[in-house]
């Protein structure tokens, strides 16, 4: 445990010597800033010990039993996802996160607001040892903010993958905050009633095409059970699943375990257990919270 300044300050000026000045690799470079701080600040575990459920993907070509929206066999599955979304509530919550890639284990802090009515979710990110916010994340269906602590500057992006960097290999890789999100945010008619969506009402699965991404959308009779992206065009596939014993029919649930992998190669990239604790519901959350 300990913080090397010499490593940091020798990874930094090798990758800023590598990137260019252009406003989107400002915001990969707050996140490589972030990310050195993860890898050389917090306790690491020497062993590399995933959680104890494991992430297995769905068969996503599989077409059986797949109706479009505006076929009556979808009405149950669809009124089934409606009556969960009028029940959701804005909620807030601290959090424990187990982050695994590679070699590295990494235990972080946070909070979590969620704003229902406004398709609001803000993530902070805490020192781990004096719980001053190290960065806070603040996204809507169309746009994440990031602001670093004691840094003025905001990084504005279209939703999307957050690009990171591990700076033992400097090896860049993404995260699917898509996948965050909308596991979060339980915002799901206008989306599976809109074209080129399938539903399977026995299986209460949903197939939804994204900017050329595919998603799985899976529920089980409490809620969501899980959602699958992949994309062959970037190589990716995550999937951000309950817990077992998190089946419970509330949200957010106590534990959501997310897995990352590159589909051509089947190597996982990460794997994150994300621990709910302190949850509280309500109906509106004051704006000033949403400040960054």
Known sequence: MGFSSKKSQSVLNSLLVLLKFNEVNKLSIYIILFSIYLFTY????????????????SESTDTK????????????????VKELEDKSSSFTADFTMKVVSGSETNNINGKIFYE???????????????????SQILANPNLIKI????????????????????????KRYRIPFPVIFYSIALDF??????????????????????NKDEYLYIFYEGGLESLELLSKERNLQAKAKVSEAS??????????????????????????DINYKNIKRTTKIPDKEFQL
């Open 42 to 57: 917090n306790c690491k575990s020497p062993q590399n010990k995933l959680p104890d459920e494991v992430v297995e993907y």
């Open 65 to 80: 039993g797949y109706y479009s929206p505006q076929d009556k066999r979808s009405e149950a599955l669809l009124q089934f």
């Open 116 to 134: 229902k009515e406004g398709k609001k979710v803000k993530i902070q990110l805490l020192d781990p040892f004096f719980g001053a916010i190290i």
């Open 147 to 170: 602001k670093q602590g004691g840094n003025d500057k905001l990084y504005v992006q279209k939703m999307g993958d957050i690009e990171l960097v591990d700076p033992n290999g400097q």
């Open 189 to 210: 008619t206008g989306e599976f009633t809109s074209q080129g969506s399938l539903l399977n009402p026995s299986e209460k699965k949903v197939k939804v095409t994204r």
């Open 247 to 272: 089946k419970k029919g509330t949200h957010p649930p106590e534990r959501i375990l997310t897995r990352v992998s590159e589909p051509s190669s089947g190597k996982n990239i990460s794997q994150v």
